[in-house]
């Protein structure tokens, strides 16, 4: 079975640091905005939470996955599997 390409976790954490530190301070004197840049905090919290629990449902049925980078990842590994150029 081919691999389930899934986001790497480092996408959501760099996403909540900035949400978190720049985004909700900048809009701290703002209660409407600052409320809604927390829904959309703990919507992605949810979202990494929701990615695990399908890792974890993956490692169970012994189904393949793999984090993606890149959108062109898929570009860069079938090179990383053609032997070099003699």
């Not at 984090?67 to 570009?75: F, G, H, S």
Request: aromatic letters at 6%; hydrophobic letters at 40%.
């Amino acid at each position: 079975m081919e691999q389930i390409p899934l986001p790497s976790h480092i996408h959501y954490e760099l996403l909540l640091q900035v949400l978190e530190r720049q985004t909700a301070f900048a809009a701290g004197q703002n209660p409407a905005i600052r409320a809604q840049v927390q829904q959309l905090i703990a919507t992605l919290r949810k979202a990494l939470a929701q990615q695990k629990q399908l890792e974890s449902h993956c490692d169970r049925l012994d189904i393949p996955y793999e984090y993606r980078w890149a959108l062109n990842q898929v570009t860069q590994q079938v090179n990383s599997v053609l032997p070099p150029p003699s």
